[in-house]
């Protein structure tokens, strides 16, 4: 396995092997990898000749008051754990190698990126959407993994990639959980003891919402309510949203109908986590 920061080293590999007739997958990531990441760059090595893992903490994507500088990293981690899942090449460029001083070019999302997330992060799709974009140009993979943990970036990822033609395969991934229910996050270090037991009212409510769905309840403020009830019980947890919406369009929904994402992000103390269940109804 190679690792390099030089997007010029990177397509010189995906040169060579495209010249082998060799097929590419990209699992795009932002580092301090774990068995969710893990289990995208597993799918990506079997179905895909070569996979390129991208290890970068996306300065663009966080608002001002977010925890860019105390986003955890681990690069030597990540590489043993790449390592270990039979990646060929980490991509992990400093912020300077993708953003020229005077960079100016963006891909600007509507509507799929307004609900959910992009309320109370404004600019965070902007810059997803946008780091993305320059991955694609710079690997152009065949298939590109994202994880359902971050269903409405999914979301978002599939409108882009068919609003500007781009040729690549999108696969989604399923949510990768700890043994209690707490869906896997690199955020997930931040919590002290207490907060990681109060974090546990997230899979809850999802897991409550699941099944109520499952058992034929379709009002969603008949779900939502239940699933806010769970949550509004754990005194270290704030709802930032509990919400149904469409999971391709990210539309409210006032029924559980269609392709339906229940996703819900929740302060525990200062930590931000979201988690979510999609069902076909
Ligand atoms: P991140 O490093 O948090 O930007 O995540 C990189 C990719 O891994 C995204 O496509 C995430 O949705 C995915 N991912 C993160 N956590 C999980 C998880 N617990 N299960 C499955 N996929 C995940």
Redesign the pocket.
């Known amino acids: 396995m190679e690792i390099t920061g030089r997007i010029d080293e990177v397509r010189k590999q995906v040169k060579e092997w495209r010249r082998q007739g060799l097929t590419v997958g990209l699992v ?4 301090y990898l774990h068995e ?2 893990e ?2 760059i597993c799918r990506a090595v079997a179905e895909n000749d070569k996979v390129v893992v991208s290890d970068f903490v996306n300065p663009i994507q966080f608002g001002v008051n977010e925890d860019l500088a105390t986003y955890p990293r681990d690069i030597e981690a990540d590489k043993r754990l790449c390592e270990h899942a039979g990646a060929d090449l980490i991509f992990h460029p400093e912020a300077e190698e993708m953003y020229a001083p005077d960079f100016s070019t963006y891909v600007e999302m509507q509507k799929v990126s307004e609900g959910l997330c992009g309320k109370t992060r404004p600019t965070h799709f902007r810059g997803v959407c946008t780091v993305v974009c320059k991955l694609f140009h710079i690997v152009t993979p065949d298939r590109a993994y ?5 269903a409405q ?1 999914m979301a978002v990822i599939r409108r882009m990639v068919r609003d500007l033609d781009i040729d690549v395969e999108i696969v989604g ?5 700890e043994e209690d229910g707490l ?4 955020r997930n270090t931040y919590l002290n003891q207490e907060e990681r037991k109060a974090a546990l009212v997230l899979s809850k409510a999802i897991f409550h919402g699941e099944a109520l769905v499952k058992k034929g309840e379709r009002d969603a403020d008949v779900i939502l309510g239940a699933m806010k009830e769970i949550i509004e019980a754990e005194p270290l947890a704030r709802i930032d949203y509990v919400e149904m919406v469409d999971a391709d369009s990210i539309e409210p929904l006032t029924k559980a109908e269609g392709r339906v994402l229940a996703a819900v992000a929740v302060y525990i103390g200062t930590t931000r986590l979201i988690d979510n269940f999609i069902v076909e109804v």
């Open positions: 795009p990531t932002m580092g969710g990441h289990s995208l994202f994880g359902q943990k971050d970036q991934c399923p949510i990768i959980r869906a896997k996050s690199s």
